[in-house]
């Protein structure tokens, strides 16, 4: 089994910064792609950011050039810093990554951290 442990989330004022952390534990026999996904109420859970085993990154316009993931494959943790929050970014954050087992490849979830952004 594998288990994704999120923390880092809470409340900050708008144009303040939050580092989110991600640790991957358990039967990992590599991690391909991880990243991070936020869901708001009642909306649908989109993609906040990306990063390949590789390092290669991916955001959406939403976020670029204010969200920064990175990752530390050793520890086998992705990390999101976010700066220049705005209300719009308040939302559950959920971490995924994607992990072999065995012969097994598969997604996994964290249970959601929340980020508040008051105006």
């Known amino acids: 089994q594998v288990q994704l442990v999120e923390s880092g989330g809470g409340l900050v004022q708008a144009g303040g910064s939050l580092r989110l952390s991600c640790a991957a534990s358990?039967?990992?026999?590599?991690?391909?792609?991880m990243g991070w996904y936020r869901q708001a109420p009642g909306k649908q859970r989109e993609l906040v950011a990306a990063?390949?085993?590789?390092?290669?990154?991916n955001y959406p316009a939403s976020v670029k050039g204010r969200f920064t993931i990175s990752r530390d494959n050793v520890k086998n943790t992705v990390y999101l810093q976010m700066n220049s929050l705005e209300p719009e970014d308040t939302a559950v954050y959920y971490c995924n990554a994607e992990v072999r087992t065995g012969l097994r490849t598969r997604d996994y979830w964290g249970q959601g951290t929340q980020v508040t952004v008051s105006s």
């Open positions: 358990g039967s990992i026999v590599s991690i391909n792609t």
């Open positions: 990063i390949t085993s590789g390092g290669t990154t």
